[in-house]
């Protein structure tokens, strides 16, 4: 017996609409860097992690708002109508997804970044430190250097 098909697949209607709305959740950092990139307007990208983790780096144009305080700072330093990308420290951790669950309590559009900053310095994009911005060298593991072309 099939392991993968132990559980047969949902009807395609059905997993159109569950993959449809996971994408209205989550998004990766592929395409935060491409909108950052882009200097796409009403995109705030928020790093929700510590005052320590922030300081030893965080993705250029990042707002730093740790988790805890988002009820209280959101509205003073999130713009009206933003839409709001929460990223954490990486996949083993849940951070991000409290973030945006405030957040979205708060009345902001917000979506999850997949992979957090662990993911972003893997796949090479730039981190901006006291030192200034630097790169890590891709993990092939990863990326292979280029767009995935997904």
């Given at each position: 017996?099939?392991?993968?098909?132990?559980?047969?697949?949902?009807?395609?209607?059905?997993a159109?609409?569950?993959?449809?709305?996971?994408?209205?959740?989550?998004?990766?950092?592929?395409?935060?860097?491409?909108?950052?990139?882009?200097?796409?307007?009403?995109?705030?990208?928020?790093?929700?992690?510590?005052?320590?983790?922030?300081?030893?780096?965080?993705?250029?144009?990042?707002?730093?708002?740790?988790?805890?305080?988002?009820?209280?700072?959101?509205?003073q330093?999130?713009?009206?109508?933003?839409?709001?990308?929460?990223?954490?420290w990486?996949?083993?951790?849940n951070?991000?997804?409290r973030?945006?669950?405030?957040?979205?309590?708060?009345?902001?559009?917000?979506?999850?970044?997949?992979?957090?900053?662990?993911?972003?310095?893997?796949?090479?994009?730039?981190?901006?430190?006291?030192?200034?911005?630097r790169?890590?060298?891709?993990?092939?593991?990863?990326?292979?250097?280029?767009?995935?072309?997904?």
């Amino acid at each position: 017996m099939s392991n993968v098909l132990a559980v047969p697949p949902a009807p395609p209607e059905r997993a159109a609409a569950h993959f449809a709305a996971r994408l209205r959740f989550k998004t990766d950092v592929s395409d935060v860097h491409a909108d950052l990139e882009a200097a796409v307007d009403g995109l705030v990208v928020v790093d929700t992690r510590g005052t320590l983790a922030w300081e030893r780096g965080h993705l250029p144009g990042a707002v730093h708002l740790p988790t805890a305080e988002i009820p209280a700072r959101a509205g003073q330093v999130i713009p009206a109508g933003a839409v709001v990308v929460t990223y954490c420290w990486g996949p083993g951790c849940n951070g991000a997804t409290r973030a945006a669950l405030a957040f979205a309590a708060l009345g902001f559009p917000v979506k999850e970044m997949l992979g957090g900053y662990e993911y972003w310095v893997r796949e090479g994009f730039p981190v901006r430190t006291a030192g200034g911005t630097r790169r890590r060298p891709v993990d092939d593991l990863t990326a292979i250097g280029t767009s995935c072309d997904c």
